[in-house]
C-alpha cells in the first residue's frame, strides 16, 4: 500500500498565480515531511521541509503546510515561474535521526504556462 | 562535478543477463540509498547502506542485490535481469534529514 499519496498527477498554473501541491499519508508514525524537485535526466533535488511540531515552514516563495488531523501537507508556490515546471515529490518519515527510511508519494507534475 | 555519479546513465540488456549499477559519492556521507521509479509508483526504497559493513533491504529487495565497496561506492546487481526491472534507478546519500541523489539510470529489460 502507497503510505504517502499524491493523487494529482499534472498541475498547470499561469506565470504569477500560486501552485499548490497537495500530499495525503496514512501512517500516523511519520514525523517529519519533505518536498523533492525533480527535472527531466535529473535527480530530485531538496526543496523543503517540516517537522510535525510544526504546521508551516516557509522559504522564500515556497511554503509547506501540515494538517496532522487530516494526515495532508501542501506546497504553495507564490509566484509561479516558468522554471518551476518540474515532477514535485512528497515524501515521509517516521524517525528523521534514525534508521527509518523516506517513503515518497507518486510525484505531481507541474506545469506553470508563461 | 556532481557529488554523485552513476554509471552507466542508459542501458539496454536482455532478460537473465547480469548488469551492475554503480554509483559513487564525494560528499563523504555514510549512508547510501538505491531507489527504483516507476511511472505512478514514484520511488521506491531498493536497499540501503548506513556504512560499509551495514546493509539492509529495503521495499522491493528481490531479485537486486548491493556491494558497498568503499564509502564512496555502493553498487546495485541484478543477478539474472527481468522485464518488470525496466525503470529508472535512482543512487543517494544521506544527511541528516536530507537525501542527495544522483542523476539516475534508465535500464531497460528486453
Known amino acids: 500500500d502507497q503510505q504517502v499519496k499524491q493523487n494529482s498527477p499534472s498541475l498547470s498554473v499561469q506565470e504569477g498565480r500560486i501552485s499548490i501541491l497537495n500530499c495525503d499519508y496514512t501512517n500516523s508514525m511519520f514525523d517529519y515531511f519533505l518536498w523533492y524537485k525533480k527535472y527531466p535526466a535529473e535527480g530530485p533535488t531538496f526543496l523543503i521541509s517540516i517537522s510535525s511540531i510544526k504546521d508551516k515552514n516557509e522559504d522564500g516563495r515556497f511554503t509547506v503546510f501540515l494538517n496532522k488531523s487530516a494526515k495532508h501537507l501542501s506546497l504553495h508556490i507564490v509566484p509561479s515561474q516558468p522554471g518551476d515546471s518540474a515532477v514535485y515529490f512528497c515524501a515521509a518519515s517516521a524517525d528523521r535521526t534514525g534508521a527509518n527510511n523516506l517513503f515518497f508519494g507518486t510525484g505531481t507534475r507541474l506545469t506553470v504556462i508563461p | 562535478d556532481a557529488d554523485v555519479t552513476q554509471t552507466p546513465r542508459n542501458r539496454i540488456t536482455k532478460t537473465g543477463k547480469r548488469i551492475m549499477l554503480e554509483c559513487s559519492q564525494t560528499?563523504?556521507?555514510?549512508?547510501m540509498y538505491w531507489y527504483r521509479q516507476d511511472p505512478g509508483l514514484g520511488l521506491r526504497l531498493i536497499y540501503y547502506s548506513f556504512d560499509v559493513k551495514d546493509i539492509n533491504k529495503g521495499e522491493i529487495s528481490d531479485g537486486y542485490s548491493v556491494s558497498r565497496q568503499a564509502q564512496a561506492k555502493f553498487s546495485l546487481s541484478l543477478e539474472s535481469a527481468i522485464p518488470n526491472q525496466t525503470a529508472l534507478y535512482f543512487c543517494?546519500?544521506?544527511?541528516?534529514?536530507?537525501?542527495?541523489f544522483g542523476p539516475g539510470t534508465r535500464l531497460t529489460v528486453l
Open positions: 560528499k563523504g556521507h555514510d549512508r
Open positions: 543517494a546519500t544521506r544527511w541528516g534529514d536530507e537525501q542527495f
